[in-house]
């Protein structure tokens, strides 16, 4: 819960501050930062200092975590009177990269996703199925973020702040190692 209140901060923040808050960035390809492989000497190399850090417990291990924001009310959103901004979060377990999360609200690099679409996507469906309903995924989540050891989840975000209220929409589907759904999970926090 503590990333979702960080994440409303930064999307606050840029409303509040009517300009620019936290430092620019480019979400990294997945060929940049890899999962399972990447270190997070390698990825704080790439990106540079995070505006946060922290830690989270999952599936019983110590995860730590990094974050990178950006809001810019001078830049433009995927909705009109959405404040502009982005985050990604990258998730280490004993100093591998085990999770990315990527949520914006520019144009340019949207995540929004529709979801009235994550009722379509049900157990044994394919990755390639759950991509034609929803589009690409923003995030990848690989075990302990997920509870099946050879599997990994796509991770549909779209973060959204307008005046004072914030909405984070988040769907993870789970897929065992064929690339099968095992389940899925959605969830909403905060009103608009």
Partial sequence: MKLFKFVFMI???????ACVAGTN?????DDKVVINKSTKGQVLSLM????????????????????????NVTGQAVFEGVTPARAITFYFHNNVL???EFTSSFKTDSTYFDKEATK????????????K?????????RYPMISEQNGKALVYSFTQTRGFSSQ????IVELDESGKVVKSEFNQHGAL
Avoid at 120 to 131: C, H, N, R, W
């Fill in 11 to 17: 999307f606050a923040i840029g409303t509040l501050a």
């Fill in 25 to 29: 960035f480019v979400k990294p390809s």
């Fill in 48 to 71: 540079g200092d995070p505006n946060g850090k922290g830690e989270k417990m999952v599936n019983g291990e110590t995860l730590e975590l990094v974050t990178y924001a950006y809001a």
């Fill in 98 to 100: 085990v999770g990315k």
């Fill in 120 to 131: 379509l996507v049900k157990k044994g469906m394919s990755k390639a199925d759950v991509v």
């Fill in 133 to 141: 309903s929803l589009g690409k995924a923003g995030g990848e989540f």
């Fill in 168 to 171: 984070i929409t988040i769907f």
